[in-house]
């Protein structure tokens, strides 16, 4: 079983907060949906929960050896082929090349995987870095608008991916503005707004329902 | 140890099929100026005193600085088990290698820097500070060259060659006005426009003509407008001088356009298309000293359009054939 509990984060860039008291806990073995509007701290979070920025607080990681996090908007070195950054990432994470699992799942994603891989678009570029991130068996994910871009299949066999990840003790946690997406694979939803986070307790399809009559309204008042 | 062996087989494949694309002549001027700088380097006495010690840590400071990783490439990195700064730390020793020419002690003393420069984590900590942008009074930020984050350089470098026409004026030297208006541009174009921008803004563009045709009608534009009221200064404080100072301005212009094509040839990587259009400079400065040389320098640059053409033409029309995969599929 792996755990990640935050307790008091706090987190601001230069004097501007943008975290305040956030004290939240997990558990593997459910995808954990992390909503929230633009700019309000979701990728920050991430980053936080990954420790790859500085903060205040304390995040126990109970578990968690490996980390992998895909940012909203993808990094690839220059000139090199989209198989070369595949191996790169797996001999960096010290993980064994399985041909048979990568050509299973890039079945999946048909990426080009002898092309450079700066010259992909975006999509494509998300889908290679899903695709690393997949070979790695990671103890934690964090995906950052990791629907993003994506074609419409490819959607689908990533949300089907992350609950065979989900049974396998994996830790996961998808920001995500799609909330139709979200509701239907993960099992808990953290809402950030207001400098702070907290998770829902109630059913996520009531959480739609009461977005969906707030837009209706809000709409209908103009 | 792994992770440097890896981080270092991952540059140098990436190098190697830079140089692979860079065309032979820039290949030739690139060996000539590597080795003339290693003689010099070779030739140079340079004791080892406190003074250079502490020359060697400020020049070696500067090069480490000059390394930026946007956030995305941090993130990526910091994933695997100390690639981070073993990327980071690569980097900067690779610039400290020219101080193993002028002296080993130095050489130390630089890679010293690097290394204690990656271990604290230096990049980081430079690019969340926020820079001061000063607003120009010539520039939109939505055009597409003044987007760069060097941007403040515009304003501020305007601001020293007026003060430096002043100067000039007032001491009767025409030399020093017109170096300032054309060193100073020079420097303050090349630190914004060379900057790279995601792949993405450039595809924006709906077709390799419309890029074209919008990039140099912006660079013109912004150009002109950037040296006009330096023109103008100089050809009324040095009335006698005016057609001198005038020629300046399509000199200017040209290297301008010669800048932009020279980015977008060798886009993505800046440094390459910077240090390119450095040699390219010298080459035609070499070619303008005589008039048969002067005549090849259209020709250069009508190679460089080529060049940059090549490249524009596969970087959008390769986002357009993904588009076109894409439709496909959903009618499929």
């Keep these: ?222 | 140890m792994t992770q440097l062996i890896l981080i270092l087989k991952l540059k140098w494949i990436i190098c190697k099929r830079f140089l692979t694309q860079v065309p032979f002549p820039y290949v030739f001027l690139l060996s000539a100026i590597a080795i003339l700088l290693g003689y010099v380097l070779l030739k140079v006495d340079i004791p080892v005193t406190w003074q250079s010690i502490v020359g060697a840590i400020i020049i070696q400071f500067f090069f480490c600085s000059r390394i930026h990783y946007r956030m995305d490439k941090r993130l990526f990195l910091k994933q695997y088990p100390k690639l981070y700064p073993l990327s980071v730390f690569t980097d900067c020793f690779l610039l400290s290698l020219p101080f193993i020419l002028a002296n080993g002690y130095l050489w130390v003393t630089a890679v010293m820097v690097s290394f204690v420069y990656s271990s604290l984590d230096l990049p980081a900590r430079h690019a969340i500070k926020i820079r001061p942008v000063l607003p120009s009074p010539f520039f939109m930020k939505s055009s597409y060259l003044w987007h760069a984050q060097q941007r403040h350089l515009l304003p501020v470098i305007w601001i020293l060659i007026v003060i430096s026409i002043v100067m000039a004026y007032l001491h009767d030297n025409y030399n020093l006005g017109i170096v300032a208006m054309a060193g100073g541009s020079l420097i303050a174009f090349l630190a914004t426009i060379i900057e790279t921008e995601e792949i993405d803004f450039v595809r924006m563009y709906i077709s390799t003509k419309h890029f074209v045709k919008r990039t140099l009608s912006e660079t013109l534009y912004n150009t002109s407008l950037y040296l006009l009221p330096l023109v103008v200064a100089l050809c009324v404080l040095f009335p006698a001088k005016w057609l001198v100072t005038l020629l300046f301005l399509p000199a200017i212009l040209l290297l301008n356009v010669q800048l932009l094509w020279t980015k977008y040839a060798f886009y993505p990587s800046a440094l390459l298309a910077g240090v390119i259009y450095f040699c390219g400079l010298m080459f035609q400065l070499a070619l303008s000293i005589t008039l048969y040389g002067l005549v090849i320098v259209p020709v250069y640059t009508v190679v460089l359009y080529f060049i940059f053409l090549k490249n524009i033409r596969s970087i959008i029309s390769a986002d357009k054939t993904s588009m076109e995969v894409f439709l496909t599929q959903r009618k499929g």
């Design chain 1, 1 to 222: 079983m792996k755990e990640l509990i935050i307790e008091s984060l706090h987190k601001s860039y230069a004097k501007t907060p943008v975290l305040e008291k956030v004290n939240l806990h997990y558990r593997s073995g459910v995808i954990n949906g992390i909503i929230g509007p633009n700019g309000a701290g979701k990728s920050t979070l991430l980053n936080c929960i990954a420790g790859y920025i500085p903060y205040q607080g304390k995040i126990n990681r109970k578990n968690i050896k490996t980390i992998g996090l895909l940012t909203a908007n993808p990094y690839i070195f220059p000139r090199i082929t989209a198989l070369e950054f595949i191996r790169f990432s797996l001999s960096a994470k010290n993980c064994r090349e399985d041909t048979q699992k990568l050509n299973q799942l890039n079945g999946l994603f048909e990426l080009p995987l002898h092309k450079f891989a700066d010259e992909y678009s975006t999509g494509m570029l998300k889908k290679l870095h899903l695709l690393a991130l997949l070979l790695q068996q990671n103890d934690m994910l964090l995906l950052d608008e990791p629907f993003n871009g994506l074609d419409i299949l490819s959607s689908a066999y990533l949300s089907e991916l992350l609950q065979e990840l989900k049974k396998q003790d994996t830790l996961i946690f998808i920001s995500s503005h799609d909330l139709d997406h979200l509701i239907k694979i993960a099992g808990t939803l953290t809402v950030i707004e207001n400098g702070t986070a907290y998770m829902k307790s109630e059913q996520l399809a009531e959480i739609q329902k009461e977005i969906e009559v707030h837009a209706y309204d809000k709409v209908k008042s103009l």
